[in-house]
């Protein structure tokens, strides 16, 4: 696991792009692309954040602290930066909604943080559980079958709370929909050996176009875990994981190009700064630039947002004290 796997940071390049394309206006014609995005583009990631995650947690706090630090201090580092560049309230308020977090902390630069805090939560959370297995529990024959049975109980009861949870603080709402896809990225690296998938992945390529072409022509079907919108158990589990799975198939039959994989995999492995970064870079080009076609309009911003949030990290990178509070290392 400690060796880094290109198909994947070319996963993670393909969905930091849908990310951006997600917050991107294209006009009213292109609604349904953002509908469709929506329902895979969060869900993939938290599976992503699964398949490498670590089964081997006997020291609590130790392995709380790393995600503590890896997370929270960017987190409250893009936030403070954020409020430097829209200083659009007072900053006693703007720390409130700092340390609230999740869905209430919506600003033209934090929209999307929502997820970092409930990837944090979710990490946290199969920490705990795994940790609880490994050094107390001992139950290797039953612990995936909790883990799924756990995970999909949260998922169900977030089906039925839906809103009344949404506003709960750091996104402890938003946890019961994606703990579950947390899950399903852990259990398939360690039963299905996420690395060797070129057997199904026509198969789940097909399966995902055809729900999705259905989905098109089917009112009121959406999936959205900030706004805790669903539509029901069964799809809102299928749909994002087989969506996932053609992904990451894609990106390994794209590991084969090598300028494509050389591109992807350098955008993905600097996602992270692009996801804090994006939504502020992408607030101020909107004000700035306006072409006629809201199509081409959306495409240039997001080409724009996507080289000015590299060149970002470019920077940030270069110096071991941004490193520190804008990348968590």
Known sequence: MNKRLIHIDIAKGILIIFVIMGHTDFGVNFNIVHKLILWFHMPAFFIISGLFFENNNYNLIASCGKYLHRYVVPYISWCFLGFLIFPFEPISKNIIRIIYAGSINTTEYSYPFWFINTLLLGLLLLTFLTWLHNVILRKEKYYSSFLILFAFSLFCFGH????????????????????????????????????????????????????????????GFSFNIKAMMTTNVIVDTIMPCLITYSILGISLILSRFNVISKLLG???????????????VLSILSSNINIQNPVLNGFVLVFLTLITSLIICIGIQSNKYTKFFFIGK
């Open 160 to 219: 039925l709370m839906n809103k009344k949870i949404m506003d709960l603080p750091w996104g402890i709402g938003q946890l019961t929909l994606s703990f579950m896809y947390i899950v399903v990225g852990f259990i398939y690296k360690n039963k299905f050996k996420y690395y060797n998938m070129d057997k199904y992945f026509w198969l789940s390529s097909f399966l995902s176009l055809s729900f999705l072409c259905i989905l098109i022509f089917i009112n």
């Open 266 to 280: 350098y955008i993905g492995k600097r996602c992270m700064t692009i996801f804090f970064s994006h939504a502020a």
